[in-house]
T-cell receptor, first 114, second 114 residues
Framework: NAGVMQNPRHLVRRRGQEARLRCSPM?????VYWYRQLPEEGLKFMVYLQKENIIDESGMPKERFSAEFPKEGPSILRIQQVVRGDSAAYFC????????????FGDGTRLSIL | GESVGLHLPTLSVQEGDNSIINCAYS??????FIWYKQESGKGPQFIIDIRSNMDKRQGQRVTVLLNKTVKHLSLQIAATQPGDSAVYFC?????????????FGTGTRLKVLA
């Protein structure tokens, strides 16, 4: 039973390029969450999606960042025109529903901006 | 609110001893709490959760205690093993907010001494 799958595990981009991070939730899970983590810090919520809907994007910067979870395929976190400050680990989590059910995390994508 | 730490607090424990990791949460509206373990280069791994209508919950070698009066959560690990070395995060979910974003604490690094 595969867990949450994220790819790529490592991504290097130059300033101004676009970064696309992918997340396939656990089988049977229809809720996806994206978090960002800086070294030696806790995870910071970015966005919560269900299939084809953004439920809560209160943690996502208004500019350059977008997320989607299409009917078919993985969830995508997209960062346009990346800057050095975007360097971080980005984690995706999924759960079967909302509410009091634990979110299960993938191993993240480590984004480095040159 | 959330605090940003430059250095994670560290707990060093002798192998075989019990460990107690503490967490102060911020939101009195939170009614669901989770402990995660994060090893280097990996995503957070679910350990145990507790709902606000409970003050104690036990798992395999782990116990979570919740004190809502002082907004305090603790994780007890019995007979600590080298494989327990990791960073431990508590997370709270203010489910009354209508969304399911977790608020993570800053984390505690557990070092198990042989």
């Amino acid at each position: 039973n595969a867990g949450v799958m994220q790819n790529p595990r490592h991504l290097v981009r130059r300033r101004g390029q676009e970064a696309r991070l992918r997340c396939s939730p656990m089988k049977g899970h229809s809720h996806v969450y994206w978090y960002r983590q800086l070294p030696e810090e806790g995870l910071k919520f970015m966005v919560y999606l269900q299939k084809e809907n953004i439920i809560d994007e209160s943690g996502m910067p208004k500019e350059r960042f977008s997320a989607e979870f299409p009917k078919e395929g993985p969830s995508i976190l997209r960062i346009q025109q990346v800057v050095r400050g975007d360097s971080a680990a980005y984690f995706c989590a999924s759960s079967p529903g909302g509410g009091e059910q634990p979110q299960h995390f993938g191993d993240g994508t480590r984004l480095s901006i040159l | 609110g959330e605090s940003v730490g430059l250095h994670l607090p560290t707990l060093s424990v002798q192998e075989g001893d019990n460990s107690i990791i503490n967490c102060a949460y911020s939101n009195s509206a939170s009614d669901y709490f989770i402990w995660y373990k994060q090893e280097s280069g990996k995503g957070p791994q679910f350990i145990i959760d507790i709902r606000s209508n409970m003050d104690k919950r036990q798992g395999q070698r782990v116990t979570v205690l919740l004190n809502k009066t002082v907004k305090h959560l603790s994780l007890q690990i019995a007979a600590t093993q080298p494989g327990d070395s990791a960073v431990y995060f508590c997370a709270e979910n203010p489910t009354t907010s209508g969304t399911y974003k977790y608020i993570f604490g800053t984390g505690t690094r557990l070092k198990v001494l042989a």
